[in-house]
């Protein structure tokens, strides 16, 4: 049984922990201020990018990415004036990248 988001064995990885390093590697190449802004910025309802991110730092790694690696680590600079438990989740992640390939 696989998570939803999770791909089918054999398939890309295009789940939301994938489309959260897309989305943000425009944002992580710009500038960190650049990064930090699209994180707290809220879309009305909806939860802000740093919520969605903070519910899945610990799975990002795994997202199959080619650039994970480069926007956990900025990711986890960005946040770390705002949140320094996540900030330190997030480089376990870039590490786990690291150490995957």
């Known amino acids: 049984m696989r998570r939803a988001g999770d791909p089918?064995?054999?398939?890309?990885?295009?789940?939301?922990?994938?489309?959260?390093?897309?989305?943000?590697l425009p944002f992580a190449r710009r500038s960190e201020q650049a990064l930090r802004e699209r994180l707290l910025a809220g879309p009305g309802d909806r939860p802000r990018p740093l919520d969605q991110v903070a519910e899945r730092a610990d799975d990002l790694w795994r997202a199959g990415?080619?650039?994970?690696?480069?926007?956990?680590?900025?990711?986890?600079?960005a946040v770390k004036p705002v949140d320094k438990a996540l900030a330190k989740r997030l480089?376990?992640?870039a590490f786990k990248v690291g150490s995957a390939t």
């Open 91 to 93: 480089r376990k992640a």
């Open 65 to 77: 990415h080619q650039h994970a690696g480069e926007v956990l680590g900025a990711l986890a600079a």
């Open 8 to 24: 089918v064995e054999g398939e890309a990885a295009w789940g939301l922990e994938w489309m959260l390093v897309d989305g943000a």
